[in-house]
């Protein structure tokens, strides 16, 4: 199962992402998350990136494509993997189409989750809090002011993208404001729906 999970920062695509390895053994591949591992490893990758995450941009499309193609070849996504974050521009949707085009497979569905802007700012300080609570390491980018920049990219960058996979029959809509349960529940239905 090759899946696309679309909707802004915040809306859950991570933690349903996770539920999703969980119950189809195909990993998830987050850019932000490998974004994060380059910035941290001092890559050179990651030093480009580090100043733009930080600041709530998005990083260059060659970057995320380039990293996003090499990860695809390693042989735990040879049965799937789950897309997190990627792609965030039409530039990169037409990348993964051509990358999975010149590897002979296809992508099934593209979810969406639908979520309400202004409950998003809570989930993301809520976001901080715990990770400080567990003693994990806050990611810089979660605080309300980057926020703001971060979901004006989404919307001005991301957004189109719904469209895009519409007009290919692959957009499936979730109600992104149910409980996290509910919203896995959804998308297994979803996906049952999508495999018949
Ligand atoms: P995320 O963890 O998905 O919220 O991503 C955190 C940050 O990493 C974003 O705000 C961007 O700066 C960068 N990033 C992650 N994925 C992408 C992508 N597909 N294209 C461009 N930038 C990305």
Redesign the pocket.
């Known amino acids: 199962m090759r899946l696309i999970l679309l909707g802004p920062?915040g809306a859950g695509?991570?933690t349903q992402a996770q539920r999703l390895v969980e119950q189809h053994g195909i990993p998830q591949l987050?850019?932000?998350?490998m974004?994060?591992a380059a910035v941290q490893a001092g890559t050179e990758v990651g030093k480009r990136?580090k100043a733009?995450?930080d600041a709530?941009?998005?990083?260059?499309?060659a970057i995320?494509n380039a990293i996003v193609a090499e990860r695809i070849d390693q042989p735990d996504c040879a049965r799937g993997f789950i897309l997190?974050?990627?792609?965030?521009?039409l530039v990169?949707a037409d990348a993964v189409e051509a990358m999975l085009a010149e590897r002979g497979i296809a992508l099934d569905t593209v979810i969406e989750l639908v979520v309400d802007d202004k409950a998003l700012v809570g989930r993301i300080v809520k976001r901080a809090e715990d990770a400080k609570a567990a003693g994990q390491p806050v990611?810089k980018?979660d605080n309300p002011a980057v926020f703001e920049e971060?979901l004006r990219?989404y919307y001005k960058k991301t957004a189109p993208l719904t469209g895009y996979y519409y007009a290919k029959g692959k957009l499936k809509t979730v109600d992104g404001m149910a409980s996290i349960d509910a919203v896995t529940d959804e998308i297994g239905k979803v996906l049952a729906a999508a495999a018949k």
């Open positions: 920062p695509k991570g987050s850019t932000g998350d974004l994060r990136a733009v995450m709530g941009e998005l990083v260059s499309d995320v997190d974050g990627y792609p965030r521009t990169q990611r980018d971060r990219e």
